[in-house]
């Protein structure tokens, strides 16, 4: 069996559809449904059963998983950059995630679990994944720093040697939609042009960057979960990996991407940032993926236009997703 924490979730649920075409369906899909409807992303996945993520964790401490694991994909978490209860992130992101590492590593059990490039925080530091400087980093909000905390603890106590981290960038594709105010700025894009013709993206505050040009790393989930899906099939590997394209681009290429992709003609409006967020916006991401092509990993991945074409035609305009965006 396989268990697949934030299996409803965006990542998670697209990494279960892929299993499923593995004809992988033995799967514990584990998450908390809530209100926000990411339960309709499990609607056409096959799996085996599914359990609340507080009852994960019971179901462990008290040895009541009876069913053989092959691994744990450790993707459910907190991901709002924006949460300000420190507590609960740290609970929710840290705590949990080391007892769940704790039990796999102790049964043997492959542990893979989801980190996050904003661990880099302002990218000062760079962008790269050698466990043995991370350290150096800073990130700028207790969603980045609950993440970065638990990347320490397990460098720290020996036990990043045994599982692996995903740094993930700038994710977005389909299963998303329940995501609120944190969804990609695709889909927010779209829903934009549908309704007004145009997008309105933030100015630049920094004087080396013009508006719309500031920089992030893309990645398209098809293209984040086949990486994923690399260290399951190569279990000798350890340690902390990026996932993303290793290229940087702009703001305006990606909602210019969405405009061609709905044949429309590009109209971008900048407005000012807010000032709740300007001291903690990232300006260039961009992942160092090298160590990743070192260890094997060698597929194509999905350039920027051609990712938004498909995630625009094939999923958001035959979806119908036009309202409640």
Not at 5 to 15: D, K, N, V, W
Not at 124 to 146: H, K, R, V
Not at 189 to 196: K, L, M, T, V
Not at 226 to 243: A, E, I, K, Q, R
Request: charged share 25%.
């Amino acid at each position: 069996m396989i268990i697949v924490t934030g299996g409803a979730g965006f990542i998670g649920s697209a990494l279960i559809a892929e299993l499923n075409a593995r004809q992988i369906t033995d799967i514990l899909v584990v998450d908390r449904l809530g209100n926000n409807g990411k339960w309709k992303n499990l609607r056409n996945l096959s799996f085996a059963d599914y359990v609340e993520k507080t009852d994960l964790l019971e179901m462990v401490i008290a040895g009541k998983l009876d069913s053989p694991i092959e691994a744990v994909f450790h993707l459910g978490a907190c991901s709002d950059t924006t949460e300000p209860d420190a507590s609960y992130l740290i609970k929710n992101n840290y705590e949990y995630t080391k007892l769940l590492a704790q039990w796999a590593t102790n049964a043997n059990v492959r542990f893979i679990y989801a980190s996050s490039a904003a661990t880099y925080g302002d990218g000062s530091a760079g962008f790269e994944d050698d466990e043995e400087n991370i350290e150096t980093l800073c990130p700028l909000n207790m969603y980045g720093y609950s993440k970065h905390a638990f990347d320490l603890w397990a460098r720290r106590t020996g036990l990043l040697s045994k599982i692996v981290g995903l740094k993930y960038f700038n994710v977005f594709g389909p299963n998303e939609y329940h995501k609120d105010h944190m969804r990609s700025f695709i889909v927010k894009a779209f829903a934009q042009i549908n309704a007004e013709g145009t997008v309105r993206l933030f100015k630049s505050h920094e004087g080396d960057y013009a508006d719309g040009e500031q920089v992030r790393d893309f990645v398209y989930v098809k293209d984040a979960v086949d990486m994923t899906l690399f260290f399951l099939d190569n279990p000798h590997l350890s340690g902390l990996y990026n996932v993303g394209t290793g290229e940087a681009r702009t703001w305006n290429d990606l909602v210019i991407a969405v405009f061609v992709a709905m044949g429309k003609k590009p109209n971008i409006e900048y407005i000012d940032m807010p000032d709740s967020i300007r001291n903690q916006y990232q300006y260039f991401t961009q992942a160092d993926m090298s160590k990743l092509r070192s260890a094997g990993y060698d597929r194509q991945i999905t350039p920027l236009e051609d990712a938004i074409k498909d995630y625009v035609q094939t999923y958001l305009q035959e979806d119908g997703y036009l309202t409640g965006i």
